[in-house]
């Protein structure tokens, strides 16, 4: 049972467009959200977490909203740049396990 | 570079066999967490160690097991390997124990491929 879902395996941007995200969540009682960058043949890399008392966070050019009502997740990246080409993949957790639960990615490719 | 080191970075084995992966985590990191990817699929959790001692178990199968030593490396130790076992095994380190809100910096991964 996946209880978080990237249900675009692909997505491709225009440089200097905006890019975004989503996920999809099963599960109310997550109460902490994140996204992972990943390149190839390297491990991901934290981008940007959001609580679930919260329903925005941004940081520079990613901001992640968080809709508890329709458990879902965005990150928009503004303005879209070649270097953002890699996978990124949302993660959720139940702050009482503390574990991490993936989704299974989404590769964007910012094509000039 | 995460510096969290992981080896050897490929790895092939045939089924039936066992083989041991090693993470060395971050300066100053007391957390240790093993993940496995699959093809197509996320990141599956499988254990975490907090400064020597079992802290978070996930869907770790019984014929696997880890440990994290006083240097607070780690190793997961794969036993019996079957062909479902080839993945990409990823081990995280973090300063605390918490595996949501203390950021998590991964290593690069070994691939394990079973033949």
């Known amino acids: 049972d996946q209880q978080v879902k990237q249900n675009s395996p692909s997505l491709s941007v225009q440089e200097g467009r905006i890019s975004i995200l989503n996920c999809d969540y099963t599960?109310?009682?997550?109460?902490?959200f994140l996204w992972y960058k990943k390149y190839p043949a390297e491990g991901p890399t934290f981008l940007i977490s959001i609580s679930s008392i919260k329903d925005k966070n941004e940081d520079g050019r990613f901001t992640v909203f968080l809709n508890k009502s329709a458990k879902h997740l965005s990150l928009h990246i503004v303005p879209s740049q070649p270097g953002d080409s890699a996978v990124y993949f949302c993660a959720a957790s139940l702050g009482n396990t503390d574990k991490l639960i993936f989704g299974t990615g989404t590769r964007l490719q910012v094509f000039p | 570079d995460s510096g969290v080191t992981q080896t050897p970075k490929h790895l092939i084995t045939a089924t039936g066999q066992r083989v041991t992966l090693r993470c060395s985590p971050r300066s100053g990191d007391l957390s240790v967490y093993w993940y496995q990817q699959s093809l197509d699929q996320g990141l599956q959790f499988l254990i975490q160690?907090?400064?020597?001692?079992?802290?978070a178990k996930g869907n770790i199968l019984e014929r696997f097991s880890a440990q994290q030593f006083p240097d607070l490396h780690s190793e997961l130790n794969l036993s019996s390997l079957e062909l479902g076992d080839s993945a990409l095994y990823f081990c995280?380190?973090?300063?605390?124990?918490?595996?949501?809100?203390?950021?998590?910096?991964f290593g690069p991964g070994t691939r394990l491929t079973v033949l």
């Open positions: 599960n109310s009682m997550f109460d902490y």
């Open positions: 160690y907090y400064n020597g001692e079992e802290r």
């Open positions: 995280a380190s973090s300063v605390g124990p918490y595996g949501s809100t203390d950021t998590q910096y």
